[in-house]
C-alpha cells in the first residue's frame, strides 16, 4: 500500500469537512494532524494558518478544531478579520456555525469609528453583537470620546450600547480645556437616526471645566446640545452653589452656556469668602447664563424670592436685603454681583442708604 495514502485521506477527510461546514475553508497551515481524544475527534494547525468563511478571515500560529462541537481554538497572535471589524487577541474560541467568538486576553476590537479593548470579548459576526468585561476601553475616534468601565454591551440591531460598573465617559473639547466627563455606574448610549442620545444612571457625577454636578439620572441629548438631570440634582459652579427638582443644562460645542432649575429652585453664590455668607435666590423657575466662563445673569421666575448681602464701593459690610417678587433677576459683572431688577408684585424693597449699586424696583 502506498505510504502516502494515510496522508491524502487526511487530506480528503478535512476537505470534506470543510465542505459541510457553511464555506469554512483551510487556506494555509505549515502543519496539520488529526487527533482523538478520548471520544473526540480533533485537527490541529500550526504555523502561518489561515481560515476563511465567506468574509471572515482567520490567522494564527496554532488552531485546534473540535469537530463535534463545532469550533476551532485559535492561540498564538490571534487576529480575525471582516469586511467591518477585526479582533485580536491571545485566544478565541470561534463556532463557525452561529459566527460566534469568544475571545480572551489583551482583546482588541477596532471599526472604522471605534476601538475597543477588554481581557474577555463575545462577539458574533453575524449579529454584530459584542459583550465585553474586564477592564473595558472604548475610543471613539470621530468625537474623541472615552469611555471606561468594567462590563460593556453593543446590540446593532437596536443601535444601542452601554458601559456599566464604575463607568467614565470623557469627551474631549479641542478647542478649550473644557473636557466633559460623566462619571456613573451605568452609561448607555442610543444612536437612532430620529434621535441620539446617551444616559448615565446611578451616582452621577459631571465635570465640565468650572461645573461639577451630580444627580441620580442624566439624560444628554446629542444633536440638541443639551442635557437634564433629574431627582434633585445638585450643581456647583465657580463660587455658585445649583439645586432643583430637575436640572436643564444647555452647552454650545461642549461649552457650558446655561443652567435652568425647575421646581424648588434656589441658587446661591458666595458673598464673603471670610464670614460664608451667602446671597440666596429661590424661585419654581431659576435660569443662570455663563458667558466667557463666568456667571452673566440670573433669573428666579414665579414666587421669586432674594437675599443679598450689601457691601459699599470700600467692600464695607452695610447689611442684607431680601426682597419678593413674581420675577427677580441678578446681573454680575466680572463674575460678580453688579445689579438687581426686580418685577411684579414686589416687597421687602428695603436699601441701606450707603448701597451704591444701582437696584431697580419694577411693577
Given at each position: 500500500?502506498?505510504s502516502?495514502?494515510?496522508?491524502?485521506l487526511?487530506i480528503?477527510?478535512?476537505?470534506?469537512?470543510?465542505?459541510?461546514n457553511?464555506g469554512?475553508?483551510?487556506?494555509h497551515a505549515?502543519?496539520?494532524?488529526?487527533?482523538?481524544?478520548g471520544q473526540?475527534?480533533?485537527?490541529?494547525?500550526?504555523g502561518?494558518?489561515?481560515?476563511?468563511?465567506?468574509?471572515i478571515h482567520?490567522?494564527?500560529?496554532r488552531?485546534?478544531?473540535h469537530e463535534?462541537k463545532?469550533?476551532?481554538?485559535?492561540?498564538?497572535?490571534v487576529k480575525i478579520?471582516?469586511?467591518?471589524s477585526?479582533?485580536r487577541?491571545?485566544?478565541i474560541?470561534?463556532?463557525?456555525?452561529t459566527?460566534?467568538?469568544?475571545c480572551?486576553?489583551?482583546?482588541?476590537i477596532k471599526?472604522?469609528?471605534n476601538?475597543?479593548?477588554?481581557n474577555?470579548?463575545?462577539?458574533?459576526?453575524?449579529?454584530?453583537?459584542?459583550?465585553?468585561?474586564?477592564?473595558?476601553?472604548?475610543?471613539?475616534?470621530?468625537n474623541?470620546?472615552?469611555?471606561?468601565?468594567?462590563?460593556?454591551?453593543?446590540?446593532?440591531?437596536?443601535k444601542?450600547?452601554q458601559?456599566?460598573?464604575?463607568?467614565?465617559?470623557m469627551?474631549?473639547?479641542?478647542?478649550?480645556?473644557?473636557?466633559?466627563?460623566?462619571?456613573?455606574?451605568?452609561?448607555?448610549?442610543f444612536?437612532?437616526k430620529?434621535?441620539?442620545?446617551?444616559r448615565?444612571?446611578?451616582?452621577?457625577t459631571?465635570?465640565?471645566?468650572?461645573?461639577?454636578?451630580?444627580?441620580?439620572?442624566?439624560?444628554?441629548?446629542i444633536?440638541?446640545d443639551?442635557?437634564?438631570?433629574?431627582?434633585?440634582?445638585?450643581?456647583?459652579?465657580?463660587?455658585?452653589y445649583?439645586?432643583?427638582?430637575?436640572?436643564?443644562?444647555?452647552?454650545?460645542?461642549?461649552r457650558?452656556?446655561?443652567?435652568?432649575?425647575?421646581?424648588?429652585?434656589?441658587?446661591?453664590?458666595?458673598?464673603?469668602s471670610?464670614?460664608?455668607?451667602?446671597?440666596?435666590?429661590?424661585?419654581k423657575r431659576?435660569?443662570?447664563?455663563?458667558?466667557?466662563?463666568?456667571p452673566?445673569?440670573?433669573?428666579a421666575?414665579?414666587?421669586?424670592?432674594?437675599?443679598?448681602?450689601?457691601?459699599?464701593?470700600?467692600?464695607?459690610?452695610?447689611g442684607?436685603?431680601?426682597?419678593?417678587?413674581?420675577?427677580?433677576?441678578?446681573?454680575?459683572?466680572?463674575?460678580?454681583l453688579?445689579s438687581?431688577?426686580?418685577?411684579?408684585?414686589a416687597?421687602?424693597?428695603y436699601?441701606?442708604?450707603?448701597?451704591?449699586?444701582?437696584?431697580?424696583?419694577?411693577?
Open positions: 500500500m502506498d502516502r495514502l494515510p496522508f491524502f487526511l480528503l477527510g478535512i476537505g470534506f469537512l470543510f465542505a459541510q457553511k469554512l475553508e483551510l487556506l505549515d502543519i496539520h494532524v488529526g487527533k482523538k481524544v473526540e475527534q480533533l485537527r490541529i494547525f500550526q502561518n494558518v489561515h481560515f476563511q468563511q465567506d468574509t482567520m490567522w494564527c500560529q488552531a485546534v478544531m463535534q463545532k469550533k476551532i481554538d485559535f492561540e498564538d497572535q478579520t471582516n469586511e467591518h477585526t479582533i487577541a491571545e485566544r474560541e470561534y463556532y463557525w456555525e459566527r460566534q467568538s469568544y480572551y486576553q489583551q482583546v482588541q471599526t472604522e469609528e476601538s475597543l479593548y477588554a474577555y470579548l463575545e462577539y458574533n459576526f453575524k449579529s454584530g453583537q459584542a459583550r465585553a468585561r474586564d477592564q473595558v476601553y472604548l475610543f471613539n475616534r470621530e474623541l470620546t472615552h469611555i471606561w468601565g468594567y462590563e460593556g454591551f453593543y446590540n446593532p440591531d437596536e444601542y450600547s458601559v456599566s460598573v464604575n463607568a467614565h465617559l469627551k474631549i473639547d479641542t478647542t478649550s480645556t473644557d473636557t466633559l466627563h460623566i462619571f456613573a455606574s451605568v452609561l448607555e448610549y444612536n437612532q430620529e434621535e441620539r442620545k446617551a448615565a444612571i446611578d451616582s452621577v459631571i465635570l465640565q471645566g468650572n461645573l461639577k454636578a451630580v444627580c441620580d439620572t442624566a439624560i444628554y441629548w444633536d440638541r443639551m442635557a437634564i438631570l433629574k431627582h434633585h440634582p445638585q450643581a456647583w459652579y465657580e463660587d455658585s445649583l439645586k432643583g427638582l430637575e436640572m436643564e443644562v444647555y452647552f454650545d460645542s461642549l457650558l452656556k446655561q443652567i435652568t432649575l425647575l421646581g424648588e429652585a434656589e441658587a446661591r453664590t458666595l458673598a464673603d471670610s464670614t460664608g455668607e451667602e446671597d440666596v435666590l429661590k424661585g431659576i435660569h443662570f447664563f455663563i458667558k466667557d466662563k463666568k452673566e445673569r440670573i433669573i421666575i414665579d414666587n421669586a424670592s432674594s437675599l443679598y448681602y450689601i457691601t459699599d464701593a470700600n467692600a464695607e459690610d452695610k442684607a436685603n431680601y426682597a419678593t417678587a413674581d420675577t427677580i433677576k441678578i446681573f454680575f459683572q466680572a463674575g460678580k453688579d438687581i431688577g426686580i418685577l411684579g408684585g416687597r421687602g424693597t436699601y441701606p442708604e450707603a448701597f451704591k449699586k444701582e437696584i431697580k424696583v419694577e411693577q
